[in-house]
Every structure is written in C-alpha cells, then in structure tokens.
C-alpha cells in the first residue's frame, strides 16, 4: 500500500486555518469586502445582465428572512429542484444564510424519486423550477407531509403550497422590518460542524444516498483552492454544471473565498456558444464535453481535407511538439519556436478563439478524461487539468496545477487531503472535506468510512513515484472474462474515445464470458455530417445505424483500438444501437456518467446475441 499527501510548505497554510466557520459567514464577507465587484452574470432572454455582490445580498436577504418565517429551523433541509440559473443560486444562499441545508434535486429526476429524496431528507421547504417542477410535488402531496412550501421561481402560486420567489421576498422583508437583525442572529447559530447541504447521489448503481456535508467540508475546499494560488479574482468562470451536482456546487464556493466572477447558464447545447461570448478564463466539465469539442473540430476540418486539413495537421503536430516541451520544463528550439510562431497564428489560435480567446485552463472531473483528448487540448494552447473526488469528499480531493500537470493523472491531493491505496488497489481518502456521514443509512456510512476516517472510495488506481494519482477503473466494474483474466472497461472505453470521433459511447463488457464485447453509439452531431459525405443525406440516425458503411466505419476504428490491447481485452463482436444514450432515458445520469448496470439490463437482448 502507498499514501501520499501534499507537502504543506509550499502553501500558505493561514488561508485553510483561518477560514470563515461557515459558508454562510463566507458569503457575508465576501459581500462586505468586495460589494460592488461583479458577482454574477447570467441571461434575461438573449442578453447578459450583471449582478454586483451588493446586489446578491440585496436578493439573498428577503428570501433567507422569508424561510426563517416559514419556521425553517438550522440545519432543516431546503431543497431546489431546478437546472442551472441565477435563481438556483439565490435559493441554495438563502438556505444557507437561514441556516439551513441544501437539498439537491436534478430537474430530470422522476417524480417518484424526486418523493424519495424529499421525503428521504425530510424537506421543509422546496424551490422548483417551473410548472413541471411543481407538478411532480403536487402529484405526491400526500407523501410529503414535511413540505410546508413550494416557491417557484417561473409561474404562479395557488394561494395555498405554492407560492413565488417574490411571495417568499415580500414575507422576508415583513420579518427584516420588524428584526432587522434576524439573519445575523442564525448565522450565529451555526458552526463549522453543522449541517449544511444533502446531496443524493445520481444512483449509478441503485437508489440515491444522501450525503451529508459539514459546513466546514466546504469551507476548506474553498480554503484549499485558495491556498494553491492557481486562482484570483480576476477570473472569469463559466458555469453550467448541474448545480445539484458536488462539482457544480464545489464551483459556486471557491467564489466566496477569492471573489471572482461567474457567469451561468445551464443550457448545455449552449455551451461553446456561451464561450465564445462570455470569454471565461477558466471552466469546469465533464469529459464528455471535451470528447464532443474534440469531435465536432476534427470533423469539420476533415470535411474540408486537402490542404486545409494538411496545415491543420501539420499546426497541431507543431503544438503538440511546443507542449511537450513545456511540460518536461525544457525551452523550444529556435526552429521549433519559429514553426511555432506559424503554427499558432495559422491554426492554434484560431481554435482557442472557438473557446473564447482567454481561456487559462479546464477543469475536468466526474469521469475519466482520456489521455489523448487532453494531449490535443494542449497542443491547441488550452490545458485541461483533471481532478478528482467524489460527492463523500465534497468534490475536490486532488487535481493538477497550472504549473505541474501530468496527462492521465488527477494530480496531486489538496494540502490537507490524504491519499492511500490499499492492497487491493483500493484508493482511500481522508481530510476535512470527507462527509459526515449518509443521510439515514448508518450501516452505508460504517461500510464507507473505516475507524480511522479514511473514505473508500470504490475507485482502483495508483501513485507514481512523484505522488500523482491514476484512476484506472471503478472496483465494481473490473470483470473476469471465463479464462479468468480481468478486464478493465472504463480504461478501454477511454481509450477510443481519443480513437474515434464518430461514436459517443463504447461500453465494454464480458463478464464470465470467453471474450469482450460492446454497445456502440453514435454520436448524432458527427456522424451526420459523416453520413451526408457517403450518401445518407436525410437518413434518421436509426438508418445509418444499421447501414453497412456505419458497421465498416466502426469496425476500422475497433480494430485500431484491439491493436494497442492485451490479447484477453480486445473487442469480438460490438452491436451499434439504434439511438444515443440519454439522461432522459435513465441511461446517462445528469452529470453524463454511464449507468452500466441499467444500461447492461437494458440491452441484455443485444449482448446475448452476441454470444449466440
């Protein structure tokens, strides 16, 4: 077994020890300190209105003292069901400042487990989105007898449960004229060891758990990132992650503690869109949204060819040259800084420009991020710095640094974190950001967390010898083939996302049998552009599926991909659905991660014909 945790002397130390007790108390100074600095930025309709920290406060206020008159108690659950939006925003910090903790509820999510989750965290008071919110509470009224109040942030009330955002206001302003004091007086109340927020997992595996976190996880993840110094406020971040996500959350801390600007919209369609606009200088996503990129500008400059694509090529073959010298620290040769200079202003920038220009780096988390992917994204100029955490550790346990990366790895633990892998292979977590515990499931929690606070995490990995961590699979998805020799699926799977740009998913499996299979997807995007160039312009995406050049197509990039395999691992037989995996269909869950015990089920009729 091997452990590793930062060394605290290259850090100042005081950020982390010194914190502010509370998130709520973090957002009180960061208003106090810097209250005409921009805050947020987010739509109305087809524009970008700003909003100044003075100006959250001024919001955030009436709606704390309005939960307060609601009778929400400290540490009493508030949840919000809603995508990403400026309101969600000032729903999770007015819960917060009432002293309460934040539920979160993915907009997707079922109306039977959106009753669960309610029910589960004994919620007083639910935010919802809109009409389909709502009507997905009032459907299960009768379950959820804790539920005092529905606000709603687009729509009417009923006169009765539901009520709007400025019903709610108008009530807080009523108690603030009368106890002008009264949100001073419950951020008091709480301490670094309260509740503060209830994340249900997105049940990959089976019926969400409710994870509780501590004021003071949060507080030191934004203390932690503080520390490391890769961050100021300068900044621009764009965010549409789920916020019912730890990772989305997570990005909406750091800002209370360094004070940058966020500009939000959920819309994920949008996103490259939005880049282009709001030029960010950092943003946070899962691989998919990489692999996608990647995949939509190698296919446009191989629709070109010629000599277009030739000097693409050739610019990227030059960036990536300029980028591995950096990372290893040495300078560029007069003739590979010249080309350089060529390559950047014929080809490199013009991609950067597609992101906005002024991008300093990516954050990707929630899955694996294939090497190769993130090998392009640098010789493009653009670094993608991979992380890693899990909703029990508040999100942020390790991840590279502007100044020290290392491609394939989630880099280094935050200063504080520990990190061990067991003889197993096991990876084991312990720091301040670990849960409390699960939400109702004592037995969950004791499997979870061992006597000596370390949180098994379910994820197999290693550390190189600098202390750089490698996730190498889930523990609960390595499968033994028949000849008993293991198979791990998600390393191939991202694998050839770096290999194809055609497919969306490959999913691997195999288990007990006498050799690996796969589900193949396509992506709808790249593979109609594809189609048009051999002859299916105007097919539907289940037609090209099952046309025999589609099989060709794949099967050209599945043997490239067999080629850098071991004998046992390589892919027999693959089957292409006749649809793309979607959150909708419970196939995907909201952050993009593969349900593959669903999605196993799901398709078992596929895979045992290819066994037949």
């Known amino acids: 077994m091997t452990t590793t945790e930062e060394s605290a002397d290259r850090f100042d130390l005081s950020v982390i020890e010194e914190r502010p007790p509370t998130v709520a108390r973090m957002f009180l100074n960061r208003v106090a300190a810097t209250p005409d600095r921009e805050a947020f930025r987010y739509r109305v309709g087809e524009r970008w209105q700003s909003a100044t920290w003075a100006d959250v406060d001024e919001r955030v206020r009436p709606l704390a003292a309005g939960l307060i008159a609601l009778g929400v108690r400290p540490e009493e659950r508030v949840a919000v069901a809603s995508g990403t939006r400026y309101e969600w925003i000032l729903a999770d910090l007015a819960a917060i400042c009432a002293g309460a903790a934040t539920t979160t509820v993915y907009p997707t999510t079922s109306a039977a487990e ?37 606000v709603v942030f687009d729509g009417q ?30 951020v008091a109340e709480i301490g670094p060891d309260s509740l503060a927020t209830v994340i249900y997992t997105s049940g990959t595996t089976g019926r969400p758990k409710g994870v509780r976190l501590r004021h003071s996880a949060w507080t030191y993840v934004g203390a932690t990132v503080a520390a490391i110094d890769v961050l100021d406020a300068e900044d621009l971040q764009f965010l549409w992650l789920p916020l019912a996500h ?35 200088t950092f943003m946070g996503a899962a691989p998919r949204i990489f692999e996608k990129a990647y995949a939509r500008v190698t296919g446009m400059v191989a629709a070109q060819g010629g000599a277009r694509q030739k000097i693409f090529d050739w610019g990227l073959g030059v960036g990536g040259k300029a980028a591995r010298a950096r990372r290893s620290g040495t300078s560029m040769s007069p003739l590979l800084a010249a080309q350089f200079a060529v390559a950047d202003r014929l080809v490199l920038s013009k991609v950067r420009a597609r992101f906005g220009g002024r991008l300093r780096f990516f954050v990707s988390g929630s899955a694996a991020l294939n090497p190769e992917i993130a090998e392009w994204f640098d010789a493009v100029g653009i670094t993608i710095l991979e992380g890693y955490g899990l909703t029990e550790s508040s999100a942020v346990s390790l991840c590279n640094r502007p100044e020290s990366y290392v491609l394939g790895t989630v880099g280094l633990p935050y200063p504080g974190t520990e990190v061990r892998v067991d003889s197993d292979g096991e990876v084991l977590l312990r720091g301040p950001g670990v849960m409390q515990g699960y939400h109702n499931m ?10 000596d606070g370390w949180l098994h995490t379910g994820d197999i990995g290693n ?32 694998i050839f996302k770096g290999v194809c740009p055609f497919v969306s998913q490959l999913l691997v499996f195999g288990e007990d049998r006498n050799f690996v299979t796969a589900l193949v997807t396509l992506d709808p995007e790249a593979i109609s552009g594809w189609a048009v160039d051999h002859g299916m312009r105007g097919k539907s995406y289940a037609e090209i599926a099952r046309s025999d050049e589609a099989r060709a197509l794949v099967q050209g990039y599945i043997e490239e991909l067999n080629a850098r395999l071991n004998r046992w691992e390589t892919i027999k037989k693959f089957v292409i659905l006749d649809h793309d995996l979607t959150v909708e269909a419970g196939e995907l869950t909201p952050n993009l991660k593969l349900k593959r015990r669903f999605v196993a089920d799901k398709f078992a009729r596929e895979l045992d014909s290819l066994y037949r």
């Open 463 to 494: 550390l190189d010898s600098n202390g750089y961590l490698r996730i190498t699979d889930r523990k609960k998805d390595l499968f033994k083939t028949s000849s008993g020799k293991y198979v791990a699926p998600s390393a191939i799977e991202s």
């Open 157 to 186: 009330g009923d006169g009765d449960w539901v009520i709007t955002l400025a019903d709610l206001a108008a009530s807080g302003a009523e108690l603030l004229a009368e106890v002008p004091d009264v949100l001073e007086q419950r």
């Open 442 to 451: 004592a037995e969950a929690t004791a499997e979870a967390i061992d006597q």
């Open 114 to 150: 959106v009753t669960y989750i309610l029910a589960d965290s004994q919620s007083r008071v639910v935010f919802a989105e809109d009409a389909e919110q709502v009507a997905k509470l009032t459907a299960n009224r009768s379950q959820l007898p804790d539920v005092a109040k529905v």
């Open 246 to 280: 730890v990772f989305g959350k997570v990005l909406l801390v750091v800002p209370l503690q360094i004070g940058f600007a966020t500009a939000v919209d959920g819309r994920v369609d949008k996103i490259v869109e939005n880049l282009a606009v709001v030029r960010p």
